[in-house]
């Protein structure tokens, strides 16, 4: 399995690759769409959306000069809901098109989320979808940004089935409060409260 650093270096040697396929083949502004969606795909990589800590992407973004903390940060928070709720190597993440799909589905829902939230924007989610999805140039993003996935996926070893490194769900913690780390911590308390919230109202519905 290959470390953060070189499935950078190959998503990069990727466009490459792919950009001047794209700019041969295709008219210029989708070719550029088409090659943005690969440099996306430097730092929003499968493990990105599955780590719910620093990563090789958020360590090289964090060395852009003097707003290089910041970008860290903001990057981090933004990707931190979803590696929160998927397993490493989960096939969420990692499946060629399919994690690349979830991973732009959500940063569409988490972008609009935000922009409601501080009142920059009044659309309504449906609208938002229907409109990118529809889009041409949206459409050459996402093959840009599945094109680093997929070397990724393959540079994972090609999981396709639990056997072969997806796993369904986290290690079970060994105890209530068996970490020390912050985030399992809250992780594992979520968790507890979930399963006790499920067996008491178990026991109010009779089942
Ligand atoms: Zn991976």
Redo the contacts with the bound molecule.
């Keep these: 399995m290959s470390d953060g650093a070189t499935h950078f270096k190959a998503s990069v040697v990727t466009t490459a690759l792919v950009a001047p396929l794209a700019f041969y083949a295709l008219d210029t502004d989708l070719a550029v769409a088409l090659t943005i969606g690969t440099v996306v795909g430097w730092v929003v990589t499968?493990?990105v959306r599955d780590i719910e800590r620093k990563t090789y992407p958020s360590f090289f973004l964090s060395t852009i000069p003097l707003i290089g903390w910041f970008v860290e940060i903001a990057f981090l928070v933004f990707w931190f809901p979803l590696a929160l709720i998927l397993p490493h190597?989960s096939k969420l993440s990692?499946l060629p098109f399919l994690g690349t799909f979830i991973a732009l589905t959500y940063a569409i829902f988490y972008s609009w989320l935000w922009s409601r939230g501080l009142w920059l924007s009044t659309y309504h989610l449906t609208d938002v979808f229907k409109e990118l999805l529809a889009s041409a140039y949206v459409r050459a993003f996402f093959l840009g940004w599945c094109v680093p996935d997929i070397v990724?996926w393959l540079m994972?070893g090609a999981p396709i089935g639990r056997r072969r490194g997806f796993k369904r769900r986290r290690n079970a913690p060994q105890g209530p409060f068996a970490t020390d780390h912050p985030i399992a911590f809250l992780r594992d308390r979520a968790s507890l409260a979930a399963v006790s919230f499920r067996s008491h109202r178990a026991r109010l519905l009779g089942y």
């Design positions: 499968p493990d190597r990692h990724h994972d």
